[in-house]
C-alpha cells in the first residue's frame, strides 16, 4: 500500500515527528490563550506560504513560465483556505478553518501513501531547485498548520459544517476545470488521474462522467476526513 523511496523513508518520518512534536508544544504553551493568540502560530505561517507563493511567481517568471506554475492544483486550496481563515471573519473564516483540517488530512493520508505523488522527488534533495524546497517547505507547512489546528479548540466542528466542504469543493473544481479545459493544463487531475481506479473510469466512461465522478469523490473525501474533527468535538465536551 505505501510506496515509499528509501529517501523518503527517512525524510518524511523526521519531517513529520519534528513538526508534530512543535505543535505539540505550540498548543501546550497557548491552552490557555485567547482563541486570537492561538490564531498567531496559524497566522505565520499562511504569511509564510503565501510570500513562498509569490517567490515561486516571480522565479518563475525570471526563468521562462509555465502555466502547471498557477495555483489551481488541489494543494494550492490551502493558499486561499489558510488566508480566509487568518484574514476572513464568520462564514468565509469558517469555510477556511473545515477546509483547512479536512483537504489538510486528506493530503496528509495521499502523502503517507505516496509522497512522490504529493512532492514528486523532492524527498531525493530537497534543495536541488527552488521547485524541490518550494513543494517541500509548502506541503510539509499545510502539514504543520493541520496539526496545530486540529490541536487547538479552535474549530468546534459539527455536521452542518459538512455544507462548506460540498461549497469550496464544488467551487474549486469549477474555476480548475474551467481553466484546466482552457490552458489544457492537468489542475486538480481534470485532464487525467495518477490514481488508477479513477483513470480508469474516465478512459471506459469518458471525461464529462470522470468529472462529475472526480467531484464526487473530492466531496466524499474531504467530508470523511472532517469526520474525526467532528469526534474529538464530541469528546471534548463529553470531558467538560
Known amino acids: 500500500m505505501f510506496n515509499w523511496t528509501k529517501n523518503e523513508a ?6 513529520l515527528v519534528i513538526i508534530i ?18 490564531r498567531i502560530p496559524l497566522f505565520i505561517i499562511t504569511i509564510i506560504v503565501l510570500i ?17 506554475k498557477l495555483p489551481l492544483h488541489f494543494c494550492s486550496i490551502f493558499l486561499f483556505v489558510f488566508s480566509f481563515a487568518s484574514f476572513g471573519k464568520g462564514t468565509l473564516r469558517k469555510i ?3 477546509i483547512s483540517l479536512s483537504g489538510g488530512f486528506a493530503v496528509l493520508v495521499a502523502f503517507l501513501v505516496s509522497p512522490r505523488n504529493i512532492i514528486g522527488n523532492a524527498c531525493d534533495n530537497v534543495f536541488a531547485s527552488f521547485d524541490t524546497f518550494h513543494t517541500f517547505t509548502y506541503h510539509f507547512l499545510v502539514f504543520f498548520y493541520f496539526f496545530i489546528l486540529i490541536g487547538s479548540n479552535l474549530v468546534q ?11 469550496a469543493v464544488l467551487g474549486y473544481a469549477i474555476i480548475a476545470i474551467v481553466a484546466g479545459y482552457t490552458l489544457n493544463v ?12 479513477l483513470e ?7 471525461p464529462r462522467f470522470y ?16 469526520l474525526p474533527n467532528i469526534l474529538i468535538t464530541y469528546i471534548r465536551k463529553k470531558k467538560k
Open 186 to 197: 492537468n489542475f486538480c487531475s481534470v485532464l487525467y488521474n495518477s490514481y488508477s481506479f
Open 157 to 167: 466542528a459539527k455536521f452542518s459544517d459538512l455544507k462548506y466542504v460540498v461549497t
Open 211 to 226: 468529472l462529475i465522478c472526480l467531484v464526487i469523490f473530492g466531496i466524499c473525501a474531504l467530508s470523511l476526513t472532517y
Open 96 to 98: 477556511g478553518d473545515v
Open 21 to 38: 512534536l512543535l505543535s505539540i508544544i505550540i498548543n501546550f504553551c497557548l491552552r490557555n490563550k485567547s482563541d486570537k493568540i492561538k
Open 10 to 15: 527517512i525524510i518524511v518520518p523526521v519531517g
Open 52 to 68: 513562498l507563493e509569490i517567490i515561486k511567481q516571480i522565479y518563475s517568471i525570471v526563468v521562462g513560465y509555465n502555466l502547471w
Open 200 to 206: 480508469a473510469i474516465r478512459l471506459s466512461c469518458g
